[in-house]
Nanobody, 124 residues
Framework: QVQLMESGGGLVQPGGSLRLSCTAS???????????MGWYRQAPGKERELVAV???????NYADSVKGRFTISRDNAKNTVGLEMNSLKPEDTAVYYC???????????????WGQGTQVTVSS
């Protein structure tokens, strides 16, 4: 069972920066699978939404709302994924969750793992 441990988060003023980090207990590499690591967030009363994901091959996808402000990075050797968040806005306030997702060679999800979540609050 893959376990994800998050760190970072906290309270920051609008316009400030924060960095989130996530370490996976293991990663599964196979010729017959691929994966993504990334971040999702959930604000009170809203559904969980994608923030940014990166594939094992380095392809990145960002939500439109964070493009140009957030940067995701991944280190396969250390089983980590990071999220650098700049120019934070009050609407970025949410619980941020790390995710590790495995796909088989037919692009079907065969494993889906979540961290416990870390609170990010942007407020003056």
């Amino acid at each position: 069972q893959v376990q994800l441990m998050e760190s970072g988060g906290g309270l920051v003023q609008p316009g400030g920066s924060l960095r989130l980090s996530c370490t996976a207990s293991e990663m599964i590499f196979s010729l017959f699978s691929s994966d993504t690591m990334g971040w999702y967030r959930q604000a009170p009363g809203k559904e969980r939404e994608l923030v940014a994901v990166v594939t094992s091959g380095g392809r990145i996808n960002y939500a439109d709302s964070v493009k140009g402000r957030f940067t995701i990075s991944r280190d396969n050797a250390k089983n980590t994924v990071g999220l650098e968040m700049n120019s934070l806005k009050p609407e970025d306030t949410a619980v941020y969750y790390c995710n590790y997702r495995l796909y088989n060679d037919h692009a079907l999800v065969i494993g889906d793992y979540w961290g416990q979540g870390t609170q990010v609050t942007v407020s003056s």
